[in-house]
């Protein structure tokens, strides 16, 4: 069975940082690009950054780029969100998600797994 089990989240002021983990099971994790998107409150769920299976590759949403990091550990099947100068608009349910074999990483519809979300708050 496969889990994706995030962690990391909370409340930080604006200008803050965190760092979300997500840690996987069941899954031949190295093979898999890992993504992050966020879902804040009556809004559709919207991709944030994506990594490839060795990491060589990433892509990030313009709204974070330069501000936030993946990166992952095969070797403990996690991936991570490093998120600085966090914002007010930041603020959502961030979720990690399993897409077996395609460099599509802007499609939801790509992964295959997903986490249950880890909340950010992002307070002014």
């Known amino acids: 069975q496969v889990q994706l089990v995030e962690s990391g989240g909370g409340l930080v002021q604006a200008g803050g940082s965190l760092r979300l983990s997500c840690a996987a099971s069941g899954l031949a994790f190295s093979i898999y690009t890992m993504g992050w998107f966020r879902q804040a409150p009556g809004r559709e769920r919207e991709f944030v950054a994506a990594?490839?299976?060795?990491?060589?590759?990433?892509s990030y949403a313009d709204s974070v780029k330069g501000r936030f990091t993946i990166s992952r550990d095969n070797a403990k099947n996690t991936v991570y969100l490093q998120m600085n100068s966090l914002k007010p608009e930041d603020t959502a349910v961030y979720f990690c998600a399993a897409d077996l074999a395609t460099w599509a990483p802007r499609a939801l519809s790509s992964y295959d797994h997903w986490g249950q979300g880890t909340q950010v708050t992002v307070s002014s």
């Open positions: 990594c490839s299976w060795g990491g060589g590759e990433t």
